[in-house]
């Protein structure tokens, strides 16, 4: 199985502010790599697939980089409906997997 | 836009069975292979389950696989879940999701979720 880890668990920022977050994948996974924001209660939503490819509607603040086992995302400055958990996700074989989840939060 | 619907959750005592749905509209359905993904309370996501398009391949986590079964009616553009010999740790949130491209064109990689429907294995 491909184990993906998030990094860091739990992140306190400002309105404003640029955020990263990062995810590794246990083994290569030919960039079919997702992230997703998920709000309370709500359904995870589609932020970015294949590792940098913005998903139809999301805003360009919001982009995704990396290659083989190391990947990216980045919020350019945060906005206050951002403050949300993030998964990583990998698609490369099965099972699927998700990173443990990234909460955001305000400082 | 693309709508996915789940239905059939509740509360089943351990031992017992349950059987999900999630009915698709506004895409050809047949088109894409869909998953079930759950979320147990507090906790992260849980892929279960896919189903190729034409319900010909199927795949499983090892923490079900051989209790629960995923089919779709495309004719219905419905997707199933059918959940037996339920544990505690099956409670979640279960949602059904549709894959990004055609067959594995965009990975397996989820673009549309339903709302999700929670279901609580409990005496």
């Known amino acids: 199985d491909i184990h993906m880890t998030q990094s860091p668990s739990s992140v306190s920022a400002s309105v404003g502010d640029r955020v990263t977050i990062t995810c590794r994948a246990s083994q290569g996974i030919n960039n079919w790599l997702a992230w997703y924001q998920q709000k309370p209660g709500t359904a995870p939503k589609l932020l970015i697939h294949a590792a940098s490819s913005l998903q139809s509607g999301v805003p360009s603040r919001f982009s995704g980089s990396g290659s083989g086992t190391d990947f990216t995302l980045t919020i350019s400055s945060l906005q206050p409906e951002d403050f949300a958990t993030y998964y990583c996700?990998?698609?490369?074989?099965?099972?699927?997997?998700f990173g443990q989840g990234t909460r955001l939060e305000i400082k | 836009e693309v709508q996915l619907l789940e239905s059939g959750g509740g509360l089943v005592q351990p031992g017992g069975s349950l059987r999900l749905s999630c009915t698709a509209s506004k895409f050809t359905s047949s088109n894409y292979a869909m998953a079930w993904v759950r979320q147990a309370p507090g906790k992260g996501l849980e892929w279960v389950s896919s189903v190729d398009s034409d319900g010909g391949a199927t795949y499983y986590a090892d923490s079900v696989k051989g209790r629960f079964t995923i089919s779709r009616d495309n004719s219905k553009d419905t997707l199933y879940l059918q959940m037996n010999s339920l544990r505690a740790e099956d409670t979640a949130v279960y949602y059904c999701a549709k894959y990004y491209g055609p067959g594995t064109s965009g990975g397996r990689l989820f673009d549309y979720w339903g709302q999700g429907i929670l279901v609580t294995v409990s005496s």
């Open positions: 996700q990998q698609g490369n074989s099965f099972p699927i997997t």
